[in-house]
C-alpha cells in the first residue's frame, strides 16, 4: 500500500478536494450538491451561492423555490435543497450555526451520509476519513484492495490496510488518478503508474 499511495504522491503533487470552499459550511453544502452532479459543475454553481448564502441561518430563511432556482442546474434540486434547509436547521437549533466535527453529529444531519461527512471531517476539520466516491469504489476494487460494493464496507476493508494518517489523501489521490488514468469507460491501463 504504502508503494502505491508513493507513486500516486510523486504523480499528484499536493491532492486536494476539487470541490471550492472556504470554510466548514461552504463545504458541507457543496458535497451535498455533489450528489450525482460534477465538481466542475458544482462549483459553478457554489461560486454565486455561497456570496448570497453565508450562513445556516440563510438557507433556512429563504423560499425553497428561491434555493431550488439556484442549485437547479446541479440535478435533483427539489430533495437537495429540502436537505440543505433541513440540514441547516438542524445546525441552527442543535449546534448554534457551526457544522459539527464528529461522525455521529454529521451523519444526522439531512441529506449527510459517510461519504460527506468523511469529506468534510478530513478536509474542513484535519480529521482523518476514507470518503469513498465512484473512483475509490472503482480502484480500490481493481486493485483487489475489496471485494466489497456497499461503500460503507468499503470504508471499513481500506481503513484496515491505510495508514490513518493517509485516509483523507488517498480519497484525493484515488479521485485524481480515476480522472486522469483509471476513467471508468476508457481506462488508460497501459499508462497506469500503479498497475505497472
Known amino acids: 500500500m504504502a508503494e502505491i499511495l508513493g507513486r500516486l504522491k510523486a504523480n499528484f503533487k499536493d491532492p486536494q478536494p476539487a470541490l471550492e470552499f472556504t470554510n466548514p459550511l461552504e463545504l458541507l453544502i457543496a458535497t451535498i450538491l455533489s450528489a450525482q452532479c460534477t465538481d466542475k459543475r458544482v462549483n459553478q454553481v457554489t461560486?454565486?451561492?455561497?456570496?448570497?448564502?453565508?450562513?445556516?441561518?440563510?438557507?433556512v430563511e429563504i423560499p425553497q423555490e428561491t434555493l431550488e432556482n439556484d442549485i437547479?442546474?446541479?440535478?435533483?434540486?427539489?430533495?437537495?435543497?429540502?436537505n440543505i434547509r433541513k440540514c441547516s436547521q438542524s445546525l441552527v437549533e442543535r449546534h448554534n450555526g457551526f457544522v459539527p466535527d464528529t461522525m455521529e453529529e454529521l451523519t444526522a444531519l439531512a441529506g449527510v451520509g459517510r461519504k460527506t461527512a468523511n469529506v468534510v471531517l478530513g478536509n474542513a476539520f484535519s480529521i482523518p476519513g476514507i470518503a469513498v466516491?465512484?473512483?475509490?469504489?472503482?480502484?480500490?476494487s481493481l486493485m483487489g484492495m475489496t471485494k466489497q460494493t456497499d461503500p460503507d464496507k468499503i470504508e471499513v476493508d481500506l481503513a484496515k490496510i491505510v495508514p490513518e494518517a493517509e485516509w483523507t489523501a488517498l480519497g484525493h489521490l484515488f479521485t485524481s488518478h480515476g480522472r486522469a488514468t483509471c476513467i471508468a469507460r476508457r481506462p488508460k491501463c497501459d499508462e497506469c503508474i500503479v498497475g505497472n
Open 47 to 59: 461560486r454565486q451561492l455561497f456570496k448570497k448564502y453565508r450562513s445556516p441561518q440563510d438557507y
Open 133 to 140: 466516491d465512484t473512483h475509490v469504489k472503482r480502484i480500490s
Open 72 to 82: 437547479h442546474s446541479t440535478g435533483f434540486f427539489h430533495n437537495k435543497a429540502v
